[in-house]
């Protein structure tokens, strides 16, 4: 199995920046792609980015872009999610997750327990 625990959530005022980390353990060879979705109280999950852990490959959801940037650090197994620009929109529960590609979109088999991020106006 894989394991996943992400930490850097909190609160910030809007314009301010957060920087999340995911760490993964266990078997790692059971994923090609690491992802961070979020979910706001009452609303649907949604994908933020996600990033090809073999050769680097990233995707942003358009109301991202520019603002966040995922990278990696395959030897340490970790993933980020740099978010510069916060807008009290963005405030959600932030999920790190591990999955496969499948057309170009990663499909989560494994998921983290979650950060909080707040942002206030």
């Known amino acids: 199995q894989v394991q996943l625990v992400e930490s850097g959530g909190g609160s910030v005022q809007a314009g301010g920046s957060l920087r999340l980390s995911c760490a993964a353990s266990?078997?790692?060879?059971?994923?090609?792609?690491m992802g961070w979705f979020r979910q706001a109280p009452g609303k649907e999950r949604e994908g933020v980015a996600h990033?090809?852990?073999?050769?680097?490959?990233?995707y942003y959801a358009d109301s991202v872009k520019g603002r966040f940037t995922i990278s990696q650090d395959n030897a340490k197994n970790t993933v980020y999610l740099q978010m510069n620009s916060l807008k009290p929109e963005d405030t959600a529960m932030y999920y790190c997750?591990?999955?496969?590609?499948?057309?170009?979109?990663?499909?989560?088999?494994?998921w983290g327990q979650g950060t909080q991020v707040t942002v206030s106006s």
């Open positions: 997750a591990a999955g496969v590609l499948s057309m170009k979109v990663c499909r989560p088999n494994y």
């Open positions: 266990g078997y790692t060879w059971y994923y090609n792609c």
């Open positions: 990033i090809s852990t073999s050769i680097g490959s990233t």
